[in-house]
């Protein structure tokens, strides 16, 4: 896998490129395409409904936007990387499940846990869940030399059986404060979740344009072989990528559960498509080593504004999938041809 960023990535850390020169690398038109594409959205939504430009549907939009964009942001990272994770469909689910489970009384309640531990800390804990779970993706992947599609399809499918089992294919409707204020609460009028989403977007963006560590994923996207030769440690940057993914995954869950203030047994099912196409939409290869995390948002941003359009235009909601993956096929197509690259 080569790239135009990679190698400059790599040159960077043995100081043989201007730290300016790498970081205009990673600035390119194509970033901003989606943003006419969001005005003209905008344009047929307000034709289609006046409610469309109406606050509280710009919100709505917005607050399921601010879920969703956690599991593309880590999603992102993961395929610049040169990686992929399709557990983070599960652990959006399974982390605050089990979070739940271990501070829940055994008795009283509809659904029972385990009780070990105090209810303040389920937040802690649905943190440190998804981190596990992205780093045990990485010991796979990297120790054990797996197949990563394979080992993460298995996890994705281990996860969402272990959280029907916990849940016995019910929802938990008695949820801790601290997880319905991230989830409910508002910041200078609009959800707290939005503003949290938007604060990690820019920090990760910065980190990736802005510091080593962060430059060397475009590097090790882009040509692992030349990444490590320059001096990188490519298996354990690529690890807490990994791990980091899983943990912004489980914070998803979070911000999820307090949003609708109970845990639904099939939480996070089938999202991955939705990842997916806002991912590539927005310009992330899949085959590592470009993109940028702007262009990833747009890329939710749209997509969101897509379905909503067509739910204020009446097209049923059972129509939702077959566009998640009509998206994710022209979107491939467009930059088959835009990149010049062939896609293996």
Request: some cysteine; hydrophobic content about 55%.
């Amino acid at each position: 896998m080569t790239d135009t960023i990679g190698p400059i990535a790599a040159n960077e850390t043995k100081g043989e490129a201007s730290p300016l020169r790498g970081r205009l690398a990673l600035i390119r038109w194509s970033d901003f395409s989606l943003v006419p594409v969001i005005l003209v959205l905008m344009v047929i939504g307000f034709i289609v409904s006046p409610v469309f430009l109406t606050s509280d549907n710009l919100i709505s939009v917005i607050q399921q936007c601010s879920e969703l964009s956690l599991l593309v942001l880590g999603q992102a990272l993961i395929l610049i990387c040169g990686r992929m994770d399709l557990s983070l469909e599960s652990t959006i689910g399974i982390a605050p499940v089990v979070a739940m489970w271990l501070v829940m009384p055994t008795e009283g309640g509809r659904f029972t846990g385990l009780g070990f531990l105090p209810t303040w800390t389920a937040i802690p804990l649905c943190l440190l869940v998804g981190l596990a779970i992205g780093a045990i993706n990485g010991f796979l992947m990297l120790k054990l030399n797996v197949n990563g599609f394979i080992a993460t399809l298995g996890m994705l499918t281990m996860l969402r059986g272990l959280q029907i089992g916990i849940t016995e294919g019910k929802s938990i409707i008695d949820v801790p404060e601290s997880f319905s204020y991230l989830g409910m609460t508002s910041w200078l009028g609009a959800p707290a979740a939005v503003w949290i989403c938007l604060a990690l977007f820019a920090v990760g963006g910065a980190a990736l344009a802005w510091t080593r560590h962060g430059r060397s994923l475009y590097a090790i996207g882009g040509n692992p072989e030349a990444a490590r030769a320059a001096g990188i440690r490519v298996d354990r940057i690529t690890w807490i990528v990994l791990a980091v993914g899983g943990l912004l995954a489980a914070f998803a869950g979070i911000l999820y559960t307090g949003h609708y203030g109970s845990i639904a047994a099939n939480q996070g099912n089938g999202w991955i498509f939705q990842v997916f196409a806002a991912a590539v939409i927005g310009g992330i290869s899949l085959k590592g080593g470009r993109g940028t995390l702007f262009g990833a948002l747009t890329g939710v941003l749209t997509l969101q504004l897509v379905l909503n359009v067509m739910t204020l235009g009446g097209v049923p909601a059972l129509w939702n999938q077959f566009l998640n993956g009509a998206i994710i096929i022209v979107a491939l197509i467009v930059s088959r041809y835009a990149s010049g690259e062939k896609q293996d």
